[in-house]
């Protein structure tokens, strides 16, 4: 089975720079997205940013023009560069892999990495 590992996590000053990744291990197809998804305290669990195997991104609008979404197809490993971040941002930062197998749909979580925005 697929198991997605979230690493790069701690606790960092606004403005600073962050690294979250994401290796997946186990087989994965080769039509799939992986994403990354931010629970706050407190609050529901959501998309910040998504790319698929072709390498197309998209992006919340919270976190459009600091975050970065990048992915390496050869390693099945996903990364999040995060930039000039805010307390807001505080949360476990969870990777996503969703994917088609005989045209049926599976979807796969990591156990997530915590990241706190604090001075």
């Known amino acids: 089975q697929v198991q997605p590992v979230e690493s790069g996590g701690g606790l960092v000053q606004p403005g600073e720079s962050l690294r979250l990744s994401c290796a997946v291990s186990g087989s994965i197809f080769s039509d799939n997205v992986m994403a990354w998804y931010r629970q706050a305290p407190g609050k529901q669990r959501e998309m910040i940013a998504a790319i698929t195997s072709g390498g197309t991104a998209n992006y919340a609008d919270s976190v459009k023009g600091r975050f970065t979404i990048a992915r390496d197809n050869a390693t099945n490993t996903m990364y999040l560069n995060m930039n000039s971040l805010k307390p807001d941002d505080t949360g476990v930062y969870y990777c996503?892999?969703?994917?088609?197998?005989?045209?049926?749909?599976?979807?796969?979580w990591g156990q997530g990495t915590q990241v706190t925005v604090s001075s």
């Open positions: 996503h892999v969703f994917q088609l197998k005989l045209g049926k749909p599976y979807d796969y």
